[in-house]
């Protein structure tokens, strides 16, 4: 008896780990060495590749493939139809599956829908990327960027609501965040 969901058109291929309390939803599928969290959900249509790390809490919309060389750290959210990769520059026929680049998402990030993320960087903790947005360089944490090629444009509270430049205290949580001397984000 398994504590996790696996809807009956999914397929989970053995073995792999798939933590308590996840759902796998409709046409998804899991390949062999993928290791999947505690409390996910996989929307319809999510592919997980062979060696692939979820942590606990993530959230992949519909359509998402997350390919070998990713790696999401706990509470990630991968909006509807977003994209990772994992080769710089792939060829139908060259192989170049010894070039896979790490990409990591860290704890809490959110991707949103149609975004793009370009292999080998890391999206800091709790950072927010617009829908359709093109990650092209690492980004830091609680930045929020879109945009193609995706810039900083602010930050965002662990909450998730734009920081006012100004006083960088969340006007939904109030908690407050300072920057360090070398302009990274940090809560007070």
């Not at 939803?25 to 390949?31: R, S």
């Not at 999947?36 to 519909?62: E, P």
């Not at 975004?115 to 830091?140: E, M, N, Q, R």
Request: with cysteine; hydrophobic share 40%; glycine share 10%.
């Amino acid at each position: 008896m398994t504590d996790y969901f696996v809807h009956e058109s999914a397929v989970v291929d053995e073995p792999s780990s798939i933590g308590e309390g996840t759902k796998v939803w409709h046409f998804c599928h899991v390949m062999s060495g993928a290791s999947i969290g505690r409390n996910c959900n996989l929307g319809q249509n999510v592919y997980v590749d062979a060696d692939v790390t979820i942590g606990d809490g993530c959230k992949l919309q519909n359509n998402v493939s997350v390919y070998k060389g990713v790696i999401l750290e706990d509470g990630v959210f991968c909006g509807p139809s977003m994209v990772f990769t994992n080769v710089i520059n792939p060829r139908a026929f060259i192989e170049r599956k010894s070039e896979f680049k790490t990409t990591l998402v860290k704890k809490g990030a959110t991707l949103g829908a149609n975004a793009t993320v370009v292999c080998g960087v890391t999206v800091g903790a709790y950072a927010l990327i617009g829908a359709g947005s093109v990650v092209t360089k690492d980004v830091p944490a609680h930045a929020v960027i879109y945009g193609v090629p995706a810039r900083q444009r602010g930050w965002v509270c662990r909450c998730g609501v734009t920081l006012p430049a100004d006083t960088l205290i969340c006007p939904a949580c109030n908690s407050a965040y300072h920057l360090d001397e070398s302009g990274r984000l940090y809560p007070s």
